[in-house]
Nanobody
């Protein structure tokens, strides 16, 4: 199970942090992928965090602005979003990958999802 929190309304240039709390598994067993879906668009991958790989992969559109971190004690992954743009407006989801490594699979192959967090960036 995944539980998200932290969405909201922010002005362009501002920051938000999303949280994704996991239960029933640990991050060394499964990678976590962040997706987002803007109105009228397909769900797209934003970042993938893998403890096994010791790294996070970022989409080009967010590289240098977004950062993923984790708190093992809380079994929670965070998506820190800085320098937000109007184009970042979307519902953000965290999802459990197929295994401990980032699969790069498209959204339809993910089975366990957080409930989504709406991020609205005003210009």
């Amino acid at each position: 199970q995944l539980a998200e929190s932290g969405g909201g309304l922010v002005q362009a240039g501002g920051s938000l942090r999303l949280s994704c709390a996991a239960s029933g598994f640990t991050f060394d067993s499964y990678a976590i992928t962040w997706f987002r879906q803007a109105p009228g668009k397909e769900r797209e991958e934003v970042a993938c965090f893998s403890v096994k790989e010791g790294s996070t992969n970022y989409a080009d559109s967010v590289k240098g602005r977004f950062a993923v971190s984790s708190d093992n004690a809380k079994n929670t992954v965070y998506l820190q979003m800085n320098s937000l743009k109007a184009d970042d407006t979307a519902v953000y989801y965290c999802a459990v990958d197929e295994g401990p490594y980032c699969s790069g699979s498209s959204a339809e192959y993910f089975e366990v999802w957080g409930q989504g967090a709406l991020v609205t960036v005003s210009s």
